[in-house]
């Protein structure tokens, strides 16, 4: 159990809830993925500055370079907005609930109740590094400059995700084996 994870999640127990495991995203692989998309956009971006064209062709680089300059910045405040997130982020597990803290400012408090696991209405998977509560008949993705692991509520379903877990298959089994014994 991460214990600074551990201190964040444990306010929010109810009765009777006992706190099974803590901890938050480690791995930054989203953030590599990131940069290297923010890396070759700018690269773009550059050449089409530096190439010596005709007038038309300069006119026409110009533009588009300029465009590519507004979607690095765009991609920037992204890969800003993701960071935040995910080291504001902590992850708890308990007999009753999958709980995830985390915010930009003030981190808010959402609850996954693992009876619903049992119902084809949620179902968890192992995803990588990520243990993914999503429903059956969809494949769940980030939507950009939003909480990674907790969707905005105009999405119509309901998702979750734990990122970037330092043991992953340990979670999910704790997720799996909990909601067993709610049957």
Known sequence: MDPEAAAVITPHLLAREEL?????????????????????????????????????????ANINSILLAVLVCA?????????????????????????????????????VPLDVLNTPRLRVRLINRTVELSPPDTRSGAIPFTNPSVPPDWTGNDWYRLLALEDPRR????????????E
Do not use: C, Q
């Open 20 to 60: 099974l495991w803590s901890g938050r995203p480690h791995d930054t692989t989203g953030l590599r993925w990131r940069a290297v998309a923010i890396i070759l956009v700018a690269i773009a971006a550059l050449t089409l500055r530096a190439l010596p064209l005709d007038s038309s062709l300069a006119e026409r």
């Open 75 to 111: 991609l920037i405040a992204e890969a800003i907005l993701f960071h935040t997130y995910l080291s504001n982020t902590f992850y708890g597990v308990t007999n009753l609930r999958a709980i995830i803290v985390s915010g930009l400012r003030e981190p808010e408090m959402t609850a």
């Open 171 to 182: 979670v999910y089994d704790l997720i799996v084996e909990s909601a067993h014994k709610l």
